[in-house]
């Protein structure tokens, strides 16, 4: 990493062990100012165990958090220029929305103008200028999760958390959300680091993804990098949807069960090739493969094909007129580029 | 639908009135008799009202005091006890309470004479006060004295204020709790602005349980407080027995009930104010 300033929020070697149990292995993250960062990894990978780890919930077991050059790992959340929104936002229920909002800076004892001010501009934030009197329970639960957020926004946080922060929504008050959490990323410009187990909520919101799997990150990248070229299987695999063929490689050429060759670096040995449904087509000269389903999703077709290796191929047709070629039964002929292809070496 | 709901209604209600609105209607009803030749008759006297007044005033203040230390004293350790139970015992919380569940059944007349073995006069304490050296001759004043009674009684009555609290401490969720670390809360803070406000029925249920009990019970002023700790209930007993003066007894037990219900009421509409204005707002 030769990026000319240093990161705001640093990870070197973190790590916590609960006894004889790993919940998060040795990482190293590097969150530059203004990111939207998302920990991406199915429930129980540690993801939330991390993110708790930099909000000072709970102490690494080894290595070194700092956040804007200052060594924070032995900090208390209370003292850490974090804020956090919980997944089931822990607002106070003997407090009014204001009051919530209004409560960290309370503590700090501000004079009373500048509280007002700034509860009714984090309340304007997240478009709840009229709620302030409102009573915590007589409000739906995007709404809450509206207040959550300014009661941490309005704390002016060098890195704002925020812990499956959507996961408690329907979906189409979570795609409302999305957007208003992008809005206000723009607006105030700030560093918000999220943990999600859903790889699209990830993919819309963040510049940058780690995607996390048994306590170990597996690949840390830009989405469409992630996409396009996952590091390991678990990436490919978690990732979206995907097609993972079985081959060899033998002296620098991989042949695939299914029955394509190709030159690839690398060593002697097993080894898979992630294919994205959408990069295959009908191709002349192609795989040849059976329909086995399709499947209509309005803007798009889904299409499984089985190969004559037995193993099943994903294509996605963005036409949606497509169908009648793809009956099942059918045999059409399939292919991608090779750069579309991502070679893993197999465990 | 209601119809149906208010037929349901009338067993219980007839229950409630035979069994406990009646004869209390009655005894008050007595309070205006008078007893002549030790006869109770129908009358219409206060007498019994102005002997509660005058003789019995000053008890009636202390005892009300007596009931007040207690209360304040059983629901401090019992947020004490059932916070540490709740936040701090992890798994062991619910053994914890368990524990206090066991001690009320107890008894509550073997209590008093535990303490009677403890702070008579060759009772452990003062036995093992001369043991280290630092009395020559027992404490006389460690039994039969009104701290004696108020030992004995927050003693028994901690689990009626234990559970209450913490049945309402359950409901504070942990998020809560770090939302408010998060924000810059101190520990005595997380307490103050966070913990107590989301509890404050289950202190005041803790506070009104030990309370009445403590300023209606006998028994313990009776074998622990000598002649300084005597407390209004006795004089009801007396009145009632060795008196039989039926008026007087029940005006002691009705100015008790109507003292320590002025002072629920006026705890409570304290309560209500503070949850409408909680520590936690912009201060």
């Not at chain 2, 019992?78 to 919380?93: C, D, I, L």
């Amino acid at each position: 990493m030769t990026s000319a300033t240093a990161p705001l929020l640093k990870l070197s070697g973190v790590s916590k062990s609960f006894g004889p149990v790993t919940a998060v292995a040795p990482l190293d993250l590097d969150v530059a100012a203004g990111d939207f960062c998302a920990i991406l990894g199915p429930s129980g990978c540690g993801k939330s165990t991390l993110l708790r780890m930099i909000a000072g919930f709970i102490e690494p077991s080894a290595g070194k958090i700092a956040i804007a050059g200052q060594d924070v790992t032995r900090l208390g959340p209370e003292k850490r220029p974090t804020n956090m929104v919980f997944q089931s936002y822990g607002l106070f229920p003997h407090l009014t929305v204001a009051e919530n909002v209004a409560f960290g800076l309370a503590l700090q004892k501000r004079p009373r103008a500048e509280i007002a001010e700034r509860t009714q501009e984090a309340l304007r934030l997240v478009r709840l200028e009229t709620f302030g009197e409102r009573s915590i329970d007589r409000l739906s639960g995007g709404q809450q999760q509206r207040v959550a957020l300014a009661r941490a926004l309005i704390m002016r946080p060098k890195v704002l958390l925020l812990d499956e922060p959507l996961a408690a929504l329907d979906l189409k008050l979570r795609h409302q959300m999305q957007e208003e959490l992008r809005r206000i990323h723009q607006e105030i410009g700030g560093t918000f680091i999220f943990v999600t187990h859903d790889q699209s909520e990830a993919f819309a919101l963040a510049n940058l993804v780690a995607v996390m799997n048994e306590g170990k990150v597996e690949q840390i990248g830009s989405p469409d990098r992630i996409y396009l070229h996952p590091a390991t299987l678990f990436v490919a695999d978690f990732v979206g949807e995907t097609t993972i063929l079985a081959g060899e490689r033998r002296k620098g050429r991989v042949r695939l069960k299914a029955g394509l060759e190709f030159d690839s670096k690398g060593a002697d040995g097993p080894v898979r090739v992630v294919v994205r449904p959408e990069r295959v087509e009908v191709r002349f000269g192609g795989i040849p493969a059976v329909v086995t389903d399709a499947v209509f999703f309005g803007s798009s077709l889904k299409v499984s094909l089985k190969l004559p290796s037995g193993e099943m191929l994903i294509l996605r047709s963005s036409d949606a007129n497509a169908g009648e070629h793809f009956r099942p039964g059918a045999n059409v002929n399939v292919g991608w580029d090779a750069k579309d292809q991502q070679v893993i070496d197999a465990p | 639908m209601t119809r149906h709901f208010n037929l349901f209604m009338v067993p219980a209600l007839a229950v409630l009135a035979f069994v406990f609105a009646i004869p209390i209607l009655l005894l008050f009803a007595v309070s205006f008799w008078s007893v002549k030749n030790f006869r109770l008759q129908p009358d219409f006297s206060f007498a019994a009202w102005q002997r509660f007044l005058t003789v019995y005033g000053d008890l009636t203040l202390y005892t009300l005091l007596v009931g007040l230390l207690v209360g304040l004293l059983c629901t401090a350790l019992g947020f004490v006890f059932a916070y540490a139970a709740r936040f701090k015992a992890g798994r062991f919380g619910d053994l914890l309470l368990v524990a206090t569940l066991i001690t009320l059944f107890g008894g509550y007349l073997v209590k008093i004479y535990a303490w009677k073995s403890i702070l008579g006069a060759d009772g452990l304490l003062n036995q093992a006060l001369m043991w280290l050296g630092l009395t020559d001759e027992p404490l006389a004043f460690l039994i039969y004295s009104r701290g004696a009674v108020v030992v004995a009684l927050v003693h028994f009555l901690l689990p009626f204020a234990i559970l209450p609290i913490y049945a309402s401490l359950r409901n504070v969720s942990e998020a809560t709790i770090e939302a408010a670390r998060d924000l810059g809360a101190s520990g005595a803070q997380v307490i103050t602005r966070i913990v107590i406000p989301q509890t404050l029925p289950g202190l005041f249920s803790a506070f009104a349980f030990c309370f009445l009990l403590a300023a209606g019970d006998y028994v313990t002023p009776m074998l622990l407080g000598g002649t300084s700790g005597s407390m209004l209930g006795q004089f009801v007993l007396l009145e009632f027995s060795t008196n039989f003066n039926w008026p007087a007894g029940s005006a002691l037990s009705f100015g008790l009930l109507f003292a320590c219900l002025v002072l629920i009421a006026a705890l409570a509409a304290l309560g209500g104010r503070m949850m409408r204005r909680p520590a936690g707002a912009v201060s």
